[in-house]
Structures are given as C-alpha cells and as structure tokens.
T-cell receptor, first 114, second 117 residues
C-alpha cells in the first residue's frame, strides 16, 4: 500500500526567502511522485513529477524537488519565494507497478509575507 | 477543448435529491479519475476508468454514488439521495494511460462545487 505524509499543514515565509515544503512517502513499488499547486478557486496544476529518471526534478516557476529513496522523501524547494507562490501544495504518490490510484497528501498551505 | 472540463461549476441541491456531475476529459485520454475534495483536505480518490470500464471503484463511499463512462470519453458521476455530508468539490482528471512514465500525468478539471442544503 502507498501513502504520503506532508509534514507541515502551513508554511510561512517572507518574500525573497527560500521555500521548503516537506513530503515523505511509503510505497511497495518504484513510485511515481508529483507535486501539484492549487490556487484559490483554481484547478490543480502540476508543478513537477518524478518517474524513475533523474532524482533531482525541476518544475515550473522555479520549483524543484529531490527524490531521496533512502529517506523516502520528496521535498519541494524554491530558492526565493514570490507573493504569487501563496497557494495550497499537494504531494502525490502513485505506483505504476502496483495500485494506479494516486494518493494525495493533506496539503501544505504556503503563506508568503511581503 | 484543450483541457478537462466539468459541468456545472456549482450545484446547489436539497437533501434527498439526485444530482449528476459531468466530466469531459482531454481527447485521447483513456484514463479518467474522480476525486472528492472537502474543505481543508487533499483530494480523495473515488473511482477511475480505463476506457469504458470502471477499473477501480473502491473509493466510492457507499452505494448512493455511481459513475459511468459509456463511450470511453465523457463521464458522469451520479449521487442519489444526497446528504449534507456530500457537500464538497468534485474533481475530475484524465491521463493518457495508467502506465509509468509521462503517460500517467493527470490533468485536472476546475471541479464542481456541490452544496447540499
């Protein structure tokens, strides 16, 4: 069975400072991992994905994430936060070799202060 | 259209009524998923289709919920005898396939906000 844990329900940063959103996963297979962003009253948008290629994945809007199998982590980072980054972020795991059902984390709300 | 569309965008109904929510996936996408997102929560899986058949409906909460995809494209989520607890945003997503690699990337619709009074 697969699961995903987002370690922080809220993260608050100042504009221009680094962002770290933490995600740990559990999977019996080689997982696919995703980060999605959801702005208020908008649909979910894919930020980036890991599908067993390079462990450091670069996404849109300057975000990146590193797959660390030894730590079962897939944390999302950005060097410098922008006000427009304020949104809800979801970490997602699926198992192409097992259950195809994507499992979402509960979400991390990113707050960016001017 | 270029993306996944869902209708209606908002639906208000009374307890006990029947509702249908529609999803138009991206053309050519064989996999289609339904999720329910309650306030402050992540999307919760309900059911997914591979083509016309429901490949896994283990997420449907009870027998009041049913979904169809008769021609392998448009899908309808049907809720009978609605309850106040059914109020949520219902999300639809589609992907090229269920296999690994880039083909399993999901594209989400904007959702239908269901309110049961």
């Amino acid at each position: 069975a697969q699961s995903v844990t987002q370690l922080d329900s809220h993260v608050s940063v100042s504009e221009g400072t680094p962002v770290l959103l933490r995600c740990n996963y559990s999977s019996s297979y080689s997982p696919s991992l995703f980060w999605y962003v959801q702005h208020p009253n908008k649909g979910l948008q894919l930020l980036l994905k890991y599908t067993s290629a390079a462990t450091l994945v670069k996404g849109i809007n300057g975000f990146e994430a590193e797959f660390k199998k030894s730590e079962t982590s897939f944390h999302l980072t950005k060097p410098s936060a922008h006000m427009s980054d304020a949104a809800e972020y979801f970490c997602v795991v699926s198992e192409p070799g097992g259950s195809y059902i994507p499992t979402f984390g509960r979400g991390t709300s990113l707050i960016v202060h001017p | 259209g270029a993306g996944v569309s869902q209708t209606p965008s908002n639906k208000v109904t009374e307890k006990g009524k029947y509702v249908e929510l529609r999803c138009d996936p991206i053309s050519g996408h064989t996999a289609l998923y339904w999720y329910r997102q309650s306030l402050g929560q992540g999307p919760e899986f309900l059911i997914y289709f591979q083509g016309t058949g429901a490949a896994d409906d283990s997420g449907l909460p009870n027998d009041r919920f049913f979904a169809v995809r008769p021609e392998g494209s448009v899908s309808t989520l049907k809720i009978q005898r609605t309850e106040r607890g059914d109020s949520a945003v219902y999300l639809c997503a589609s992907s090229l396939s269920l296999t690994s690699g880039s083909n399993n990337e999901q594209f989400f619709g904007p959702g239908t906000r269901l309110t049961v009074l």
